[in-house]
């Protein structure tokens, strides 16, 4: 697939068919070894938490760069035509450098996902109209010692103000990386992805 390198955990019942999860990660899984991936989020929990119910993609940004939305798109464009998942239930997910990059991307694309979960992320408010149809789930805590808490604070108060379908968890005592392990730590979540279809 163009752009990333990627690893793909595929759902009980392979790829075709089935719905997709396209989870972004942080900045410290950037680089050229695919087993970073393996640390944070759904590719460090697959299968636990019904997340075999899915198939999981996980593209890598490269070494010391920033997602970068075009390029995202069309391996997003290009995964999706070699896997060829459920169109209607494509879900996407991000953690902190993977949130920014989570948020450009569906406000690149918003119809193609029928639910998203941006967790510690932060990004450009100004596209908030865009996703005044798309379930949206913000993880964040106060004692986050990387992602100001106050960026997921503005994401939500912007999507308010569009009227958007938004659920905001905002933790009092998680660090950045025990947020995540919150949001994905059990079936909560992916249960929540699968109540939603485009």
């Given amino acids: 697939m163009p752009g990333y390198a990627s690893l793909l955990f595929?759902?009980?019942?392979?790829?075709?068919?089935?719905?997709?999860?396209?989870?972004?990660?942080?900045?410290?899984?950037?680089?050229?070894?695919?087993?970073r991936l393996k640390r944070h989020g759904p590719p460090h929990l697959f299968p636990r938490f019904g997340l075999d119910r899915f198939s999981v993609l996980v593209p890598q940004c490269r070494e010391d760069e920033e997602w970068d939305t075009p390029l995202l798109t069309a391996f997003v464009d290009a995964a999706?035509?070699?896997?060829?998942?459920?169109?209607?239930?494509?879900?996407?997910?991000?953690?902190?450098?993977?949130?920014?990059?989570?948020?450009?991307?569906?406000?690149?694309?918003?119809e193609r996902y029928a639910a998203m979960a941006v967790v510690c992320g932060f990004g450009n408010t100004?596209?908030?109209?865009?996703?005044?149809?798309?379930?949206?789930?913000?993880?964040?805590?106060?004692?986050?010692?990387?992602i100001r808490v106050e960026r997921s604070d503005a994401f939500f108060n912007a999507l308010q103000k569009h009227s958007a379908p938004v659920t905001y968890t905002r933790y009092a005592?998680?660090?950045?990386?025990?947020?995540?392990?919150?949001?994905?730590?059990?079936?909560?979540?992916?249960?929540?992805?699968?109540?939603?279809?485009?």
């Fill in 10 to 35: 595929e759902a009980k019942g392979g790829t075709k068919g089935q719905p997709l999860l396209v989870f972004l990660h942080g900045a410290g899984e950037r680089g050229a070894d695919v087993e």
């Fill in 80 to 110: 999706i035509e070699s896997a060829t998942p459920n169109p209607e239930r494509i879900y996407l997910t991000g953690i902190s450098m993977g949130g920014r990059g989570a948020w450009e991307l569906a406000a690149r694309t918003p």
């Fill in 126 to 146: 100004g596209h908030a109209a865009r996703f005044s149809s798309l379930p949206t789930w913000l993880f964040h805590s106060a004692a986050d010692e990387r």
């Fill in 173 to 198: 005592d998680a660090s950045h990386i025990e947020t995540w392990r919150r949001a994905y730590g059990s079936t909560v979540l992916f249960d929540w992805f699968l109540q939603h279809t485009r």
